[in-house]
Nanobody
Framework: QVQLVESGGGLVQPGGSLRLSCVAS????????MGWYRQAPGKQRELVAF?????????NYADSVKGRFTISKDNAKNTVYLQMNSLKPEDTAVYYC???????????????WGRGTQVTVSS
């Protein structure tokens, strides 16, 4: 079992910043990727950003957040961060952390999701 715990959400004014954190814990042999998705009311869940944990830390971002959001990681802490700047009302959503990992002993990759953290951008 692996647990993902997100934190850092909240209410912020347009143009403001927030930093989300996601900590993975449990029976982890190795993390492959960690990332952030979001789901706004009435919309499908969408990718925000993800980062490769082992292979050099390559990143991928949704076009809507490029230049404003930055994903980073702390391998020693099994933690991924999402720095969100220049926030817009359309960024309002529940943000979910997702990881792909190998459990111990490693057999095949497993996907796990956190419970989400609410981000509200409003004046």
């Amino acid at each position: 079992q692996v647990q993902l715990v997100e934190s850092g959400g909240g209410l912020v004014q347009p143009g403001g910043s927030l930093r989300l954190s996601c900590v993975a814990s449990g029976r982890i042999f190795s993390l492959v990727t960690m990332g952030w998705y979001r789901q706004a009311p009435g919309k499908q869940r969408e990718l925000v950003a993800f980062i490769a944990i082992a292979s050099g830390g390559s990143t991928n971002y949704a076009d809507s957040v490029k230049g404003r959001f930055t994903i980073s990681k702390d391998n020693a802490k099994n933690t991924v961060y999402l720095q969100m700047n220049s926030l817009k009302p359309e960024d309002t959503a529940v943000y979910y952390c997702k990881t792909v990992f190998f459990s111990d002993p490693p057999v095949s990759p497993i996907t796990s999701w956190g419970r989400g953290t609410q981000v509200t951008v409003s004046s």
